[in-house]
Nanobody, 116 residues
Framework: QVQLVESGGGLVQAGGSLRLSCAAS????????MAWYRQAPGKQRELVAT???????NYADSVKGRFTISRDNAKNTVYLQMNSLKSEDTAVYYC??????????WGQGTQVTVSS
């Protein structure tokens, strides 16, 4: 069982920045990939960014150029740096660990609210 604990969410004005952290209870070098998802009220959960074991990254079109996903293997932590935040970025953000094919773990989520 892998536990993921997110932190760093909060209330920020449009144009501001936040950095989310996801601390894993296991060695993230053993995971195929880690990712951040988000879910806004009344909407489906959507993929925001992924980072593989070899640190390849991928982003949703809506956040490209504004968000950066990174990892610190020594701390077993993944980050999501969010800049130039918009009101449409308001959502609960979830950390995901893809351990092996079809095996995923999720954090409890952290609320990000962007005021316009």
């Amino acid at each position: 069982q892998v536990q993921l604990v997110e932190s760093g969410g909060g209330l920020v004005q449009a144009g501001g920045s936040l950095r989310l952290s996801c601390a894993a209870s296991a060695n993230i070098n053993n995971f195929r990939a880690m990712a951040w998802y988000r879910q806004a009220p009344g909407k489906q959960r959507e993929l925001v960014a992924t980072i593989t074991r070899s640190s390849n990254t991928n982003y949703a079109d809506s956040v490209k150029g504004r968000f950066t996903i990174s990892r610190d293997n020594a701390k077993n932590t993944v980050y999501l740096q969010m800049n130039s935040l918009k009101s449409e970025d308001t959502a609960v953000y979830y950390c995901n660990a893809n351990v092996v094919v079809l095996v995923d773990y999720w954090g409890q989520g952290t609320q990000v609210t962007v005021s316009s």
